[in-house]
Each structure stands twice: as structure tokens, then as C-alpha cells.
């Protein structure tokens, strides 16, 4: 069974800047296209940022287009960095996987990891 393991997420002030990262614990075929999706208290799953297999393209929520990019390694892994940090981007963040191309839609995802906190103070 395929584990994401997700890591980078800690506490920072608005303006700053963090660099989430995501790796398959297990092994993982090639051709999965990555997702990062966050969950604030009491708000539902949202999508932030998405990119294919190949890495040739890439999705962003309108909340953080223009502040993050995501981006992919080797062997599945993902990265999104997250610049000029708002206290509305406080949420466990999670990595997730799927075949095929890009989804906005969490139900779409087949593997997620177990989320990192990330919380911006004002």
C-alpha cells in the first residue's frame, strides 16, 4: 500500500514563505499526476495546486495563483512552494496522487498522505 509522506509544514508570520514537500513512503509506479489540497477548522477539502505526470502542466486555486508553485522530482515526489503566507492559508495540507491527468476534486485522488500543518500568524 502505497503511504504519501508529507513534510515542510510549520508556524510563520504573514509574508513569509514555506516549502511543503511529498514523497511515497512504498513503491509507486510512474505516470501519477500530484495534487495539494489543505482543510482549514470547520471548511471542506480544497484543491490548491496540481501538476501532471510529466510536469508539463500545472493548476492553481485562484486563492494562491501568482503565490505558489508546484513542482515535481524524481520518483513521484512533489513540492509546493508557498510564498508571501496569509493568516486565511492556516490548514493541514495534504499530498495526494491519482493516474491520469490533474483533478480539482479530492474524490478523484487514490493515495493521500497524512497532511502537515501549516499556520500563519497576523
Known amino acids: 500500500q502505497v503511504q504519501l509522506v508529507e513534510s515542510g509544514g510549520g508556524l510563520v508570520q504573514a509574508g513569509d514563505s514555506l516549502r511543503l514537500s511529498c514523497a511515497p513512503s512504498?513503491?509507486?509506479?510512474?505516470?501519477?499526476?500530484m495534487g495539494w489540497f489543505r482543510q482549514a477548522p470547520g471548511k471542506e477539502r480544497e484543491f490548491v495546486a496540481g501538476?501532471?505526470?510529466?510536469?508539463?502542466?500545472t493548476s492553481y486555486a485562484d486563492s494562491v495563483k501568482g503565490r505558489c508553485t508546484i513542482s515535481r522530482g524524481n520518483a513521484n515526489t512533489v513540492s509546493l512552494q508557498m510564498n508571501s503566507l496569509k493568516p486565511e492559508d492556516t490548514a493541514v495540507y495534504y499530498c495526494?496522487?491519482?493516474?491520469?491527468?490533474?483533478?480539482?476534486?479530492?474524490?478523484?485522488?487514490?493515495?493521500w498522505g497524512q497532511g502537515t500543518q501549516v499556520t500563519v500568524s497576523s
Open positions: 512504498g513503491r509507486m509506479s510512474s505516470g501519477y499526476a
Open positions: 501538476i501532471t505526470s510529466s510536469g508539463g502542466q
Open positions: 495526494a496522487a491519482r493516474r491520469f491527468g490533474v483533478s480539482r476534486f479530492s474524490s478523484d485522488y487514490t493515495y
